[in-house]
C-alpha cells in the first residue's frame, strides 16, 4: 500500500550534478558537497553517508515521537551510528542494507528496545525502506 501526504510539512529540494563525481545542493544552499566515489579516496561525501546522517537524524525524532506504555525521554547524549551498505545481488544489480546503532545512555535495556521498535514503525525513512532492504538495529 502507498502512503500518501495529506499535508505537505516541508520539502527539501536539491540540485545534483555529475552523479557520484559531482556535486549537490539544496535550494536554500544550506546544502553545499562534493560528491565521490564510495572508497575512491575523492574529497566528497557519497549518497551512502548522506542516507546515513538524514535516515539517523529522522530516527531520533522519531524516537522522540513515540508512545510507550511508561513515559521514556530519550537522553540528550543520545546518538545512533548508521551504516549504508551498497552492494551487488545475484543477479547482477545493486542494493543496499542499513545498521542502525542506537546508544540510549541510563535506559533499561527494555526500554531501548520501546523506542527503537516504536520509532522505526513511524520514521519516514524506515516506513520508506521497509520491505525493500535489509534493515537491523542494536542497541547499547
Known amino acids: 500500500m502507498t502512503r500518501t501526504i495529506d499535508k505537505v510539512l516541508y520539502t527539501g529540494s536539491t540540485l545534483t550534478t555529475g552523479g557520484r563525481d559531482g556535486t549537490?545542493?539544496?535550494?536554500?544552499?544550506?546544502?553545499?558537497?562534493?560528491l565521490s566515489l564510495p572508497g575512491s579516496g575523492g574529497p566528497g561525501t557519497n549518497p551512502e553517508q548522506?542516507?546515513?546522517?538524514?535516515w539517523s537524524a529522522c530516527f531520533m525524532g522519531a524516537m522522540r515521537r513515540v508512545k510507550t506504555a511508561e513515559p521514556i525521554r530519550v537522553p540528550d547524549d543520545a546518538?545512533?551510528?548508521?551504516?549504508?551498505s551498497l552492494g551487488?545481488?545475484?543477479?547482477?544489480?545493486?542494493?543496499?542494507a542499513a545498521k542502525l546503532?542506537?546508544?540510549?545512555?541510563?535506559?533499561?535495556?527494555?526500554?531501548?528496545?520501546?523506542?527503537?521498535?516504536g520509532?522505526?514503525?513511524?520514521?519516514?525513512?524506515?516506513?520508506?525502506t521497509r520491505g525493500n532492504i535489509e534493515v537491523s538495529f542494536t542497541v547499547g
Open 101 to 117: 546503532h542506537v546508544v540510549l545512555p541510563g535506559l533499561t535495556e527494555a526500554q531501548k528496545w520501546a523506542l527503537v521498535d
Open 50 to 54: 548522506l542516507l546515513a546522517v538524514g
Open 24 to 34: 549537490g545542493k539544496s535550494s536554500d544552499g544550506a546544502l553545499d558537497v562534493r
Open 88 to 96: 551487488t545481488t545475484t543477479d547482477g544489480g545493486f542494493a543496499l
Open 119 to 128: 520509532a522505526h514503525q513511524i520514521c519516514p525513512y524506515s516506513l520508506a
Open 79 to 84: 546518538s545512533i551510528q548508521a551504516d549504508i
